[in-house]
């Protein structure tokens, strides 16, 4: 980050305009396709759940290739459906088309628009920057805990979250559920004018009651990297 860059966070921090937090938690990470992920615990039998794939999947590949696992992934997007469609995609690779909320039935997205420019493929529960006339589009959605029934898992391992401005009823309602989630991967969308800051200070304070620990933050505090402190621990008796 130079210099200029610094000065304007260091003023945008002082104004409450951004999330001051720091790394509470020693792991040695590994980097999964820009994600950082703890190694403990972590093996072909373990469980992770997708959220929000896009076009790129290069994380879910890199937790396939590095564990032989099996990744369950999700993506409500018209066009990143027949994406997926058009892939050729290894068998460990499980993709349903639901957005993951925190109620179960359906939810309208729509496509962003940010300072004026034209709408790009990603959709949000946010309808900022969008034309009155653009009704968005109406997807299923899916609770966690019900995802987890249906796909008969008990536990997750690993919950990786990059659907724009969800993330924040999803924590919400996984914490309210007590789900046995191990490691949570996220990016925070306060960058979004109509996401306020304190939205994200107070998912991270949810999360620490709950015994989640920071193990890595990205420079612009967006992308975290959490682990359940208890969980960890039972792993480590068992190596």
């Known amino acids: 980050m ?3 860059n610094k000065v304007k966070r260091s ?3 002082l104004a409450g305009q951004e999330v001051i937090a720091r790394v509470e938690f020693t792991c040695a990470c590994r980097n999964i396709h820009d994600w950082r992920i703890c190694p403990v615990g972590i093996d072909s039998n373990s469980v992770v759940f997708s959220l929000g794939v896009g076009d790129d999947i290069g994380f879910d590949k890199g937790m396939i290739t590095t564990y032989n696992c099996n990744v369950q992934a999700f993506d409500p997007t018209p066009r990143w459906i027949e994406w997926i469609k ?5 068998q460990q690779f499980w993709f349903y088309p639901y957005a993951i909320g925190g109620t179960d039935g359906t939810m309208k997205l729509f496509p962003r628009m940010p300072n004026g420019k034209p709408f790009s493929t990603m959709l949000t ?4 920057g969008v034309n009155d006339a653009v009704e968005g589009i109406t997807v299923n959605v899916k609770r966690l805990s019900t995802l987890m029934t249906e796909l008969c898992v008990s536990h997750i391992d690993i919950l990786k979250m990059d659907i724009e401005a969800a993330e924040y009823q999803v924590i919400d309602d996984f914490l309210a559920a007590d789900l046995p989630v191990y490691q949570l991967l996220v990016e925070f969308h306060h960058r979004f004018t109509s996401v306020p800051v304190q939205k994200t200070r107070d998912a991270l304070d949810k ?3 709950a015994g989640y620990r920071i193990f ?5 505090a967006r992308e975290y990297s959490f682990i359940h402190v208890d969980t960890y621990k ?3 008796q068992q190596i």
């Open 2 to 4: 130079g210099y200029y």
């Open 11 to 13: 003023l945008r921090q």
């Open 86 to 90: 058009s892939q050729n995609l290894p």
């Open 125 to 128: 529960v946010m309808n900022e």
């Open 207 to 209: 999360l620490y009651k």
């Open 216 to 220: 890595y933050i990205t420079e612009k």
């Open 234 to 236: 039972k792993y480590l």
